[in-house]
């Protein structure tokens, strides 16, 4: 691979700190893209048509918005999250109110393990359901989901939650490098299930935290490169991955900083090095990949690189793939080629679609992005009735014909948050905070849906329909 190509002949790369208002004014006026200094492609990549410079442009703005903004954005999350907890600490607000009158008023400790993020304020949920056995076909899709939940938190309330009430082997919390960014933006979780047989190691990516300006970047940067005779990829879940500035994926690197003040750890070569170590001792364990929204972009493309790289063995040992509200990362070709491997090395794909979620209908599946799901789509209705599609209804969100049913379906899940613990039990009350985004879910319906308590329920309550349907399909393909 030439230096001079990062990924190849054909690629598409956005740097927004780059553009100014002269430079996006231009973009929407030409096709031509490769003279713009904060637009990196080769020279016969073209945006002929108008909706292809408007995308492109609102991927910029919106990334130099959240550039300019990230410090303010981060206050008010740890504000938010502070008082969320401090909420908690103190018993409520009347608690609060007279504690703080007495001058006894609890202090929340960022790093302790009771300290919950934002995301986890959503879900209050730590325990696994135990109505759900090791052998049970939901385990394994509840146990993942509850992981993906988990690495919204800080070390220390992992650490209690996997070791204390799940009963498990609590392997490390792991942040890692992203070379555009230049910051510290992933991270995953390791776990590892010894009462399972054979044993399960759990490898669960973190989703997009609410209030981190530089990972909502990540989401809405449209940037692509070619993976040869894989296809189109999107580059930006590709560089929280690990994804090389001047080489792409090498099979193997050498993790350290150009300066040598400090090593700089990529996810996607950090994790697979110690996958092997751990199954190396550890020769009947088995590991799955999971994560929510973001973190389930990261799961899909981490068994896309073990499969460019031919990590057969690796591969002989991944049992699965479970993400939940998975946004779209490649094209068609990509599809085709992953649905081949994924056969071949037995690997079972399961992407959990929830009601209306906005987050797996981006990027657009159209002429004009290019972006298409693959595998079978678990898509659950709002009763967690759950079958499979080959892509969810609505699949670009934005439709005149699904106004109506979203903002009824709002409404519903309204009341519906009211009604479950009566009929479910009291695991599943919805406390006040989600019921917030309930309500704004009546304004952007399909928002909260993106949220864990709605995907931890489709993977207690839901149907075992589609997963009977799964193993059915698979063999009559074997046939």
């Known amino acids: 691979m030439a230096s001079g190509e990062p990924f190849g002949?054909?690629?598409?790369?956005?740097?927004?700190?780059?553009?100014?208002?002269?430079?996006?004014g231009h973009l929407l006026l030409s096709s031509n893209l490769n003279n713009?200094?904060?637009?990196?492609?080769?020279?016969?990549?073209?945006?002929?048509?108008?909706?292809?410079?408007?995308?492109?442009?609102?991927?910029?703005?919106?990334?130099?918005?959240?550039?300019?903004?990230?410090?303010?954005?981060?206050?008010?999350?740890?504000?938010?999250?502070w008082c969320l907890n401090c909420l908690s600490s103190n018993g409520g607000l009347i608690r609060l109110f007279l504690n703080f009158l007495r001058g006894k008023m609890i202090t929340p400790e960022r790093s302790s393990a009771s300290?919950?993020?934002?995301?986890?304020?959503?879900?209050?949920?730590?325990?696994?359901?135990?109505?759900?056995?090791?052998?049970?076909?939901?385990?394994?899709?509840m146990l993942s989901?509850?992981?993906?939940?988990?690495?919204?938190?800080?070390?220390?309330?992992?650490?209690?939650?996997?070791?204390?009430?799940?009963?498990?082997?609590?392997?490390?919390?792991?942040?890692?490098?992203?070379?555009?960014?230049?910051?510290w933006s992933t991270r995953a979780i390791i776990l590892q299930d010894t009462k399972s047989e054979p044993n399960l190691i759990v490898v669960a990516f973190r989703g997009t935290e609410p209030f981190d300006?530089?990972?909502?970047?990540?989401?809405?940067?449209?940037?692509?490169?070619?993976?040869?005779?894989?296809?189109?990829?999107?580059?930006?879940f590709m560089k929280a991955l690990g994804l090389q500035k001047n080489s792409g994926w090498p099979k193997e690197i050498e993790q350290s900083s150009s300066s040598g003040c400090a090593q700089h750890s990529y996810a996607y070569y950090t994790i697979r090095e110690k996958l092997r170590a751990m199954l190396e001792a550890?020769?009947?364990?088995?590991?799955?990949?999971?994560?929510?929204?973001?973190?389930?972009?990261?799961?899909?493309?981490?068994?896309?690189?073990?499969?460019?790289?031919?990590?057969?063995?690796?591969?002989?040992?991944?049992?699965g793939v479970y993400t939940f509200g998975q946004p779209r990362v490649g094209d068609n070709q990509f599809g085709e080629y992953m649905k081949d491997k994924l056969r071949k090395y037995d690997v079972?794909?399961?992407?959990?679609?929830?009601?209306?979620?906005?987050?797996?209908?981006?990027?657009?599946?159209?002429?004009?992005?290019?972006?298409?799901?693959?595998?079978?789509?678990?898509?659950?209705?709002?009763?967690?009735?759950?079958?499979?599609?080959?892509?969810?209804?609505?699949?670009?969100?934005?439709?005149?014909?699904?106004?109506?049913?979203?903002?009824l379906n709002a409404i519903w899940e309204v009341?519906?948050?009211?009604?479950?613990?009566?009929?479910?039990?009291?695991?599943?009350?919805?406390?006040?905070?989600?019921?917030?985004?309930?309500?704004?879910?009546?304004i952007i319906p399909g928002l909260p849906a993106h949220l864990p308590p709605d995907y931890v329920n489709v993977t207690t309550l839901g149907s075992l329909h589609e997963l009977l349907e799964i193993q059915k399909s698979e063999d009559s393909k074997a046939d």
């Open 9 to 24: 002949s054909n690629y598409l790369l956005l740097r927004p700190e780059e553009a100014s208002v002269v430079d996006l």
């Open 36 to 81: 713009r200094k904060f637009i990196e492609c080769p020279e016969d990549v073209e945006a002929s048509e108008f909706r292809q410079r408007w995308l492109l442009f609102t991927s910029v703005v919106a990334q130099k918005v959240l550039l300019l903004s990230a410090n303010s954005f981060k206050k008010v999350g740890d504000t938010l999250e």
């Open 115 to 141: 300290f919950l993020s934002v995301v986890g304020n959503l879900d209050t949920r730590v325990d696994l359901d135990k109505n759900i056995e090791e052998k049970d076909s939901k385990y394994k899709g």
């Open 145 to 183: 989901m509850m992981a993906s939940k988990l690495s919204y938190e800080n070390e220390q309330f992992i650490s209690n939650a996997v070791r204390n009430h799940w009963h498990m082997d609590f392997l490390g919390l792991h942040s890692f490098w992203n070379d555009y960014q230049e910051l």
């Open 213 to 236: 300006a530089d990972q909502w970047r990540t989401d809405v940067d449209i940037s692509w490169y070619e993976l040869a005779n894989v296809g189109r990829i999107h580059s930006g």
């Open 282 to 319: 550890k020769e009947d364990a088995k590991f799955i990949l999971t994560g929510h929204s973001l973190g389930g972009a990261l799961a899909i493309l981490f068994a896309t690189v073990l499969v460019f790289h031919e990590e057969a063995w690796l591969l002989d040992k991944l049992e």
């Open 348 to 407: 079972r794909y399961l992407r959990y679609v929830y009601c209306n979620d906005m987050v797996p209908r981006v990027p657009y599946d159209d002429k004009t992005l290019f972006f298409k799901h693959f595998g079978p789509c678990l898509y659950f209705n709002s009763f967690y009735h759950g079958q499979v599609l080959e892509e969810e209804p609505n699949m670009n969100y934005f439709s005149l014909f699904w106004v109506i049913p979203k903002i």
């Open 415 to 442: 009341v519906r948050g009211f009604l479950i613990p009566f009929v479910k039990g009291k695991d599943y009350k919805q406390n006040w905070f989600m019921t917030v985004f309930r309500l704004i879910g009546l």
